[in-house]
């Protein structure tokens, strides 16, 4: 805009200024703006709406003084980025508010009006209050400069600053930027690569098109509207215009922080006495009074900045980037307000926000020392929700910032955005006030009614499927699903689903990997939380909003909100409560009344009455509904909830929009966490490979680097590791492979690399994942009668499922033409009791013989055991009480953890009883069945029988090796003898252990000892020779097969140990190092290897902790597989599901 020359004089000279209340423009016959503006919509401001400024001591009219009340010092001419000022001045919103004399100062040279506040003030000291409206990155550095100003920060129309820099095409390196002569610099700093020149203002968008400059700086709310314009009239392609908006230029792992535009600031005076912080205060409330009726009314908004022109002669301007058109009025309008309903924070706009502040403040001085971060900002509270109010507003900002900021580091990363695709069945309820939800109370660019706009505006590609209720089936859904879940990295479907659609066939298709709005949640255990709980949680922590040991009330039920919200108040130790407006009103009533907290998700107005709260309560407001009668939106709550809860969420501005930033945050770390895991991502040079992988936390990237670590060990090549924070979401583990003597690449390079890939590929293996509800009553208590009678369930190659009434009818010719390999461990009377030595007798039970023999004597052995008591110690002797045998611990293992239900901990240990007997003896004369502890009962004399195998041969498992008990003598006669191997693997205690890390593969895998015989194996040899399946019965056989595969690739590359037979050994997660050698390697091969030069009476003997878990294990010698449904948590449910993939 143009510079107005000023002088002193003409600051300390009210006939130079422009009074309102006295301008015969205000007393004229009012035009339709103000005959349409029946009631002014305030009802968000809780403030009273006539301020007693008449008391105020220094009253012009008690002193004689020709002094406002207030003055105003804009930072341009009144135009529409104004129109909140000019509704509330035609619309009379100052006078109500007890202001009777307002003067608007003449426009000044940009970076001026702080000095104007400053000179206005000082020559009129009995004006209560003296505000001007400036850009943050103009007022800071300014401010620092000239501390004597004396002017602070109080409020603002636009969160964000709208700068940007227009162009027809990428900036190239030296190309030439046009700026405003007060940017130049700033635009420099954010532009290194280019030359930045002061430029005419009036003409840029002219320049930038005739090519006299490549960028020009611009406006997104006036300049880049106007530009479209002019390209337009010039039959130029208005989408040839690129601009980039400066907070958005990501440079290195920051991006500029430019704070609030078109701040409003004071001169200190107006914060120093009651009657001026009244005056300044009733200036704001009716500024954004104006603002709100401008949001509401735009095209009378748009009238009352051209009478406000009028009554301010505020509109001298002349310049290439205005139209004056009602539809380039309306398009800047809609954009002004878009940055306007930013600044809503509680129950009104104009919020300053500290954090975001600090932010600006320290990338703006950032070369000046010892500056507070606050600095310049109001701490008086002059403009501040109230106290008692949850607000969510600025919480949702920041959270869409962070998911921007990390989708922008995504796209520099890895060439692409994180990508979401939205699948929508039908006209859903709740979008029918979509647009006037979104004019009100939000904008495209964060509105969860305009996904595809969210996206483009912060940095992520989203695709919006609409599919026609009255034609898409349940297959035709799962064919979109089907086309597009492998091309996007998150997928949602938008519930409710029509009745005719098989929801639950529709949300298993949505993998778990890409479950961003968390419809998995509380079943399979999504990794992403449904976004609106999400959201409410959010608030809830950001506002130390305490639930743990408290009641909570959660009213609503629905799978997306009430359900999921109640499972995580539960996981923070709550006690809830769950309501829905089906439930007697009595009983409904009361419940919220005894509340510590009521979190209310049922979408109905009015269900709850403010009168039922417990007094002190606290009230979370998820549930809203938009009435059109009242042109708002209602919360469940009715009533006056302020006079019994203590603190609430308002609505709007409480938990409704952080949904929209949690699901894009879900979309950009699912992003990160597909992209990461990719295996063919690492950087080749001549002489080098390397690979970045992301990591949430230094913990989880140090972790992985352990992990690394002993792989590099077993593989004797090492990966150079650094880690790297780079200020989003976490760290990068950057990693370095080389062969240093060779100087170049070589295949133990490519090794280590694929095997690094292995360690990663999965990675977390989230439990919540392989977990779900299992019910006492679901658990059979004893086996079916007669055995061979329970059901059977087959999942072919595809995936498709069938069910048998009975086991032993079908099994035979299922597994035809298949060799069929058997566990025939049997399993010993491992449960015993002790006496304490006080008359309590107490469980003890053996957790694993290892190598033991049973046919030897008890006091010859020592045996690892588990006593039900925490107060076992070293040297303890215990009595059995049968026998009188004496118990002694000969050492500590730690705890043994186990459910309550199951009998509580136990101490691990290591124990010796003397007795001569022999362990086999001996338990079978003392001990019980060691029946799973999952079962709850004693164990019965029937148990001895059917808890063993048909087949069982060798003791020393203390837990059976239970998918074979459902086979007769009869089914495996039907099978055939030589289509039939055994080996034997002793089943620990270990098997019952759930894993209790979130990450499985953290869990440290209890070691099983197994003896196979080696004319066992070979007959599984032959089998494999001939081509016929290997189909395996139980996880335990399943176990010891693949460790032999194993143990085998590790003979064959002449690991030292392996040629041991009688001591072999397999780790945990070894298989990974010894894949990527030579993954050619077939189980006949390795198992030759194994065997080679040995009798088929010979033993192999060994251990393994091998640990199969899905998406990363790649079975090596089983086709198929026999095994019983699996407890939740457990290391066979994650076998289970590896084998099925």
Avoid at 459 to 472: A, P, S
Avoid at 1123 to 1136: G, K, Q
Wanted: net charge negative.
């Amino acid at each position: 805009h143009k510079p107005h020359p000023q002088t002193e004089d003409s600051y300390s000279n009210p006939a130079a200024l422009i009074n309102v209340a006295s301008s015969s423009v205000v007393k004229r016959e009012r035009n339709t703006v103000t005959a349409a503006a029946k009631k002014l919509v305030n009802h968000q401001f809780r403030l009273n709406k006539h301020v007693s400024l008449h008391q105020r001591s220094l009253s012009s009219a008690a002193t004689g003084s020709s002094s406002p009340d207030v003055a105003v010092q804009l930072d341009y001419y009144m135009s529409l980025q104004f129109a909140g000022v000019a509704c509330a001045l035609v619309n009379d919103t100052y006078q109500s508010k007890g202001i009777n004399s307002l003067h608007f100062l003449p426009t000044c040279p940009v970076g001026e009006e702080a000095a104007r506040v400053r000179s206005f003030q000082n020559a009129n000291p009995s004006t209560l209050a003296t505000l001007g409206s400036v850009e943050q990155n103009i007022f800071t550095p300014t401010l620092y400069n000239d501390p004597s100003l004396n002017v602070t920060a109080v409020a603002s129309m636009f969160r964000r600053s709208p700068l940007c820099v227009a162009s027809l095409g990428p900036l190239k390196d030296g190309d030439v930027i046009g700026a405003h002569e007060d940017t130049v610099e700033l635009l420099q700093r954010i532009f290194p690569k280019q030359k930045v020149v002061a430029s005419p203002r009036g003409t840029k968008n002219t320049d930038l098109l005739d090519g006299t400059y490549q960028g020009i700086q611009a406006y997104t709310t006036t300049e880049i509207p106007a530009l479209h314009h002019l390209m337009e009239s010039r039959g130029m392609d208005p989408n040839a215009v690129t601009f980039q908006v400066l907070e958005d230029v990501v440079s290195g792992s920051s991006a500029p922080q430019l704070g609030y535009s078109q701040m409003l600031f004071a001169a200190n005076e107006a914060l120093e006495s009651t009657d001026r912080r009244e005056a300044a205060n009733a200036f704001l409330a009716a500024t954004f009074d104006g603002w709100q009726h401008a949001i509401r009314n735009p095209d009378e908004a748009i009238k009352a900045v051209v009478e406000a022109q009028k009554m301010l002669k505020l509109d001298d301007e002349s310049n290439d980037h205005w139209y004056d058109s009602l539809s380039f009025k309306r398009e800047m309008l809609a954009l002004t307000t878009n940055h306007v309903k930013e600044t809503f924070v509680g129950d009104r706009l104009g919020v300053l926000s500290p954090n975001r502040w600090s932010k600006a403040t320290e990338w703006l001085l950032q070369d000046k020392k010892d500056v507070d971060p606050l600095f310049g900002l109001d701490q008086t509270s002059l403009w501040t929700p109230p106290a008692n109010l949850l607000n969510g507003n600025e919480l949702a900002r920041e959270a869409l910032e962070d998911a921007k900021f990390s989708a922008m580091k995504f796209e520099t990363t890895y060439g692409r955005k994180p990508s979401l695709a939205v699948i929508t069945v039908g006209e859903l309820a709740r979008y029918e006030h979509s647009q006037r939800r979104v004019q009100l109370y939000s904008n495209p660019s964060n509105s969860w009614f305009t996904k595809t706009d969210v996206g483009k505006s912060n940095g992520f590609d989203v695709t919006e499927i609409n599919l026609d209720e009255t034609t898409t089936t349940t297959d035709a859904l799962l064919s979109e699903i089907y086309k597009i879940r492998d091309n996007v990295d998150g997928i949602q479907v938008m519930w409710p689903l029509p009745e005719s659609i098989d929801s639950a066939k529709v949300y298993n298709a949505v993998p778990l990997d890409k479950d961003v709005d968390g419809i998995h949640y509380t079943g399979w255990g999504s990794k992403y939380p449904p976004v609106t709980p999400a959201g409410a949680w959010e608030l809830m922590k950001a506002h130390n909003v305490d639930v743990q040991g408290k009641h909570v009330v959660v009213v609503g039920r629905s799978p997306i909100v009430g359900h999921p919200m109640a499972h995580m108040l539960r996981e923070a130790g709550a006690m809830v409560s769950s309501a829905h407006t089906g439930v007697d009103k009595d009983t409904f009533q009361g419940l919220v009344g005894q509340a510590d907290v009521v979190v209310t998700c049922a979408g109905s107005p009015g269900c709850v009455q403010a009168d039922w709260l417990k007094d002190g309560a606290e009230v979370v407001n998820i549930g809203t509904t938009f009435c059109e009668k009242a042109d708002a939106l209602l919360s469940d709550v009715e009533g006056d909830i302020e006079s019994k809860a203590v603190r609430y969420s308002p609505v709007p501005g409480g938990v409704g929009p952080l949904s929209i930033p949690m699901l894009f945050r879900n979309v950009a770390n699912a992003a990160w966490e597909q992209q990461s895991s990719s295996t063919d991502k690492w950087e080749q040079s001549p002489a080098t490979l390397r690979k970045s992988i992301h990591f949430a936390s230094y913990t989880e990237a140090l972790q992985f680097a352990k992990k690394v670590d002993e792989l590099s060990t077993i593989m004797d090549h090492h990966a150079n590791m650094k880690i790297a924070h780079k200020c989003v979401n976490g760290v990068d583990l950057e990693m370095e492979l080389f062969s240093f003597e060779a100087k170049e690449l070589t295949q133990k390079d490519f090794d280590a690399a694929r095997a690094i890939d292995l360690v990663y590929a999965g990675n977390p293996i989230n439990m919540k994942d392989y977990s779900y509800d299992l019910q006492q009553e679901s658990i059979a208590l004893f086996p079916a009668e007669p055995r061979g009678s329970s059901k059977l369930l087959r999942v072919n190659s595809n995936g498709q499922v069938s069910y048998f009434e009975h086991f032993g009818n079908n099994i035979s010719s299922l597994l035809e033409g298949c060799h069929v390999v058997f566990n025939n461990s049997r399993v010993l009377d491992a449960r015993l009791a002790v006496d304490l030595g006080d008359g309590n007798e107490v469980e003890l039970m053996l957790l694993d013989l290892g190598n033991v023999d049973p046919a030897l004597p008890c006091s010859d052995h020592r045996i690892q055991a588990m006593i039900r008591s925490d107060k076992v110690k070293v040297g303890d002797v215990y009595s059995e009480p049968v026998s009188g045998a004496k118990v002694q611990v000969m050492d500590m293992r730690g705890i043994w953890e186990e459910e309550e239900e199951s009998g509580g901990n136990g101490s691990d240990c290591v124990v010796r009883i003397h007795s001569d007997d022999v362990i086999s003896d001996f338990l079978s004369v003392n001990g019980s069945v060691p029946i799973p502890p999952y079962l709850h009962r004693e164990a019965v004399e029937s148990d001895k029988e059917r808890y063993n195998n048909v087949y069982a041969k060798d003791g020393g498992s203390v837990a059976a090796p239970t998918a074979g008990l459902h086979f007769t003598d009869e089914s495996l006669e039907e099978l055939g003898e030589s289509n039939i191997s055994s080996l034997t693997l002793h089943v620990g205690a270990g098997t019952f252990m759930p894993v209790r890390s979130e990450d499985a593969r953290e869990h440290a895998m209890h070691a099983e000892h197994f003896y196979v015989n080696v004319g066992e194996l070979r007959s599984i040899v032959k089998a494999m020779e001939a081509g016929k399946p290997i189909a395996v019965v139980g996880t335990t056989s399943t176990r010891t097969l693949e460790s032999l595969y194993w143990l085998g690739v590790k003979r064959l590359r002449g690991i030292s140990g392996s040629d041991d037979t009688k001591q072999l050994e397999l780790g945990q997660f070894e298989w990974r190092g010894l894949s990527v050698a030579d993954p050619s390697i077939t189980a006949v091969t390795s198992f030759k290897a194994l065997i080679d030069g040995m009798s088929d009476d010979e033993i192999l003997i060994g251990q393994t902790s091998l640990m199969i878990t899905p998406n990363s294990y790649n079975f090596k010698v089983i086709d198929h597989l026999v095994t019983n449904f699996h407890a939740p948590d457990s290391t066979l449910m994650l076998l289970v599901s590896a084998f099925l993939g």
